[in-house]
């Protein structure tokens, strides 16, 4: 059973606007969540993090939204780039999940010049 | 500083073949973790070791055993391959648990 959903499994989006990423979880106990990156034939690299006692967490062009009532994170890009394009993993992990993350089945970003 | 280096990048077993994928960090990192890929799947945990001279199940450990040689290495041993595990496998390791992880570039295995 997934426990970390990404529902979209690809996203468009023109150089220079936004793009957002959502991620859903349904464990209550998940209080760590990270986004990481990938591009083809590489492994995963870590983006940005937030942790459950904050709603917001910004590193540069790249901001995490955590919405604990919905369980709902989201990854916002501004101004997207064409070197944004990948596929983007949100993962999570809790006290009771025995010092493991979860991963959800990622999003593939394309940004168009 | 190489980071996370997997050994090999690919490889293509017959059904019932072993091998054994490595995995070394210089990171002077405590933990170490192996994951499979799989379309539509995301990543899945398979072992992890908290600490060197510790290794614990994820989430689909069954088919695989692990090895925390020292704190650099932590190998993944597949003793009787089956086609079920064609997937793309990655080693990560990171300062403890519940700080980011650092992967390696993958091998892609191939059973048939």
């Known amino acids: 059973d997934q426990q970390v959903k990404q529902n979209s499994p690809s996203l468009s989006v023109q150089e220079g606007r936004i793009s957002i990423l959502n991620c859903d979880y349904t464990n209550s106990m998940f209080d760590y969540f990270l986004w990481y990156k990938k591009y083809p034939a590489e492994g995963p690299t870590f983006l940005i993090s937030i942790s459950s006692i904050k709603d917001k967490n910004e590193d540069g062009r790249f901001t995490v939204f955590l919405n604990k009532s919905a369980k709902h994170l989201s990854l916002h890009i501004v101004p997207s780039q064409p070197g944004d394009s990948a596929v983007y993993f949100c993962?999570?992990?809790?006290?009771?999940?025995?010092?493991?993350?979860?991963f959800g089945t990622g999003t593939s970003l394309t940004v168009i010049p | 500083n190489a980071g996370v280096t997997q050994t090999p990048k690919f490889q293509v077993l017959k059904t019932g073949q072993s091998m054994t994928l490595q995995c070394a960090q210089d990171m002077n990192h405590n933990s170490m973790y192996w994951y499979r890929q799989d379309p539509g799947m995301g990543l899945r945990l398979i072992y992890y070791s908290a600490s060197e001279g510790t290794t614990d199940k994820g989430e689909v450990p069954n088919g695989y055993n692990v090895s925390r040689l020292n704190k650099r290495e932590f190998s993944l041993r597949l003793e009787s391959a089956a086609p079920s595990q064609t997937s793309v496998y990655f080693c990560?390791?990171?300062?403890?648990?519940?700080?980011?992880?650092?992967f390696g570039p993958g091998t892609r295995l191939t059973v048939t």
């Open positions: 990560a390791s990171s300062e403890a648990w519940d700080y980011e992880q650092y």
């Open positions: 993962a999570a992990s809790a006290p009771n999940t025995g010092n493991q993350f979860y």
